[in-house]
């Protein structure tokens, strides 16, 4: 489920037990319900299923923080694309090894396909030849909070998380 803050600005995905307690609650309303017309029952009640729902207050989101650096949020961004060859990336790895004062910085991580992870161990790129395809770098954008794993998404939250739906 999609939460929107009370300017429909996409804030994060939420489990769907947890967007339902919102809307009963009345902290949250339905913008779009499940397009499958998915129900839960309770023994007294039906209810629907949400997609998309806006909380009724508006709530002030900091701006100035930095993306946590973690595994889904890394392949996100390298798009599940080994930083090496360009294969599917399975594994993260540090392009200035830990082992040798590399940091576990956006700027120092890449997503690499086991083989190339394997193949670099803990040597630097200059040592086997190799370079980066890309330039790992600190993601930005409005919509990185969203980067809870569920971002699949559901077509109705395209006019609201834009590119990020699949």
Known sequence: MLLLNASFEPLTTLPMRRAVLLVLREKAEIVHRDEAG???HSATRTYEVPSVIRL????NVPRARRVPLTRVALMRRDRHMCGYCGKRAETIDHVIPR???GAHVWENVVAACKPCNHRKA???LD???WQLNVTPKVPKGPHWRLINGDIHGD???E???GHLVA
């Open 122 to 124: 803990d040597k630097f």
């Open 155 to 157: 077509p109705q939250w």
């Open 159 to 161: 006019p609201y998380t």
């Open 38 to 40: 998915a129900l839960l």
């Open 99 to 101: 082992s040798r004062g």
């Open 127 to 129: 040592q086997i030849g």
């Open 56 to 59: 009724r207050r508006y709530i």
